[in-house]
């Protein structure tokens, strides 16, 4: 079984400081993971991924994200926010060894940048 | 977005008929996904298919139906039977395979379905 928690419905940031967002997850074998940002009645927009080697990872747009196995987490960063980051931000894993290559997403985390 | 579209993007339905999504795809993934998105939740996988005229009932199959007939598209189904269909539909792609590095799914712009 597979499954992802983002604990913060909503983050709210002042434009030019650092932004964290949240994310655990559970696997019962190797996770590989996920972060997409989802602007309004658009889809989702792949941001980063990890699947082994370096724990950090960098993706689009300035973003980076940790992997932290020893306490299954994947919090998406970035290190000064802007307001055009405002978007709705989801995690997501797959255990590597499912094969239908099937992501859980977690519930969200809608994030405000004010300026 | 690029490569993968829906349609329509909004689409009103009476109750008791039948909507069918379309989502077809340019980049030559092998698996082809639906998802439903109700507002603050995440997203529920409906179907997904790993290969032509194969697919698999994800977490939430009732009253949804597919079909994959050709490698582009994966049509997706609102049956009269789903009781509560109003939400925005997702379709996603995967190259497919066992390859970490390309192993990643790609959305669609999605359709909203409103019952009315």
């Known amino acids: 079984a597979q499954s992802v928690a983002q604990p913060e419905d909503q983050v709210n940031v002042a434009e030019g400081n650092p932004l964290t967002v949240k994310c655990t997850y559970s696997?019962?074998?190797?996770?590989?993971l996920f972060w997409y940002v989802q602007y309004p009645n658009r889809g989702l927009q792949f941001l980063l991924k990890y699947i082994t080697g370096d724990n950090l990872v960098k993706g689009s747009y300035g973003f980076e994200a940790e992997f932290n196995k020893s306490q299954t987490s994947f919090h998406l960063k970035k290190p000064s926010a802007l307001v055009s980051d405002s978007a709705l931000y989801f995690c997501?894993?797959?255990?590597?060894?499912?094969?239908?290559?099937?992501?859980?997403f977690g519930g969200g985390t809608r994030l405000m940048v004010k300026p | 977005d690029g490569g993968i579209t829906q349609s329509p993007k909004y689409l009103f339905r009476k109750e008791g008929q039948n909507v069918t999504l379309s989502c077809e795809q340019n980049?030559?993934?092998?698996?082809m996904y639906w998802y439903r998105q109700d507002p603050g939740q995440g997203l529920r996988l409906i179907y997904y298919s790993q290969i032509v005229n194969d697919f698999q009932k994800g977490d939430i199959a009732e009253g949804y139906s597919v079909s994959r007939e050709k490698k582009e598209s994966f049509p997706l189904t609102v049956t009269s039977a789903q009781k509560n269909p109003t939400a925005f539909y997702l379709c996603?792609?995967?190259?497919?395979?066992?390859?970490?590095?390309?192993?990643?799914?790609?959305f669609g712009p999605g359709t909203r379905l409103t019952v009315l």
């Open positions: 997501a894993v797959r255990d590597m060894n499912n094969a239908g290559n099937m992501l859980t």
């Open positions: 980049l030559n993934h092998d698996a």
């Open positions: 696997v019962s074998g190797n996770p590989y």
């Open positions: 996603a792609t995967n190259l497919g395979g066992h390859t970490p590095s390309t192993d990643t799914q790609y």
